[in-house]
């Protein structure tokens, strides 16, 4: 294999994680939303860890965008 054709596997999978976030910021609202239809009393309180949760969640994703483009342009 040339060395070339990993880099582009590597930087693939690694691009892998920005889909996964896109996954997992849905996964994070709809919980969200569900439970505060259910309970919309502590929908307030539970708000600062859903923006938590949603910046957490999107720094991981760009920083798997970050590996992947280090892969493909760096090395």
């Known amino acids: 294999m040339e060395a070339e054709a990993a880099k582009f596997i590597g930087a693939g999978i690694a ?3 920005m889909g996964l976030v896109a996954l997992a910021l849905g996964n994070i609202f709809s919980n969200f ?3 505060a239809l ?3 009393s502590a929908a307030d309180g539970q708000f600062g860890r859903l ?3 949603f ?6 994703g760009i920083f798997s965008l970050l590996i992947a483009l280090l892969l493909l342009f760096a090395v």
């Open 55 to 60: 910046a957490v969640t999107e720094a991981l």
């Open 38 to 40: 259910r309970n919309p």
């Open 51 to 53: 923006v938590f949760g």
């Open 15 to 17: 691009a892998l994680g």
């Open 33 to 35: 939303l569900s439970g």
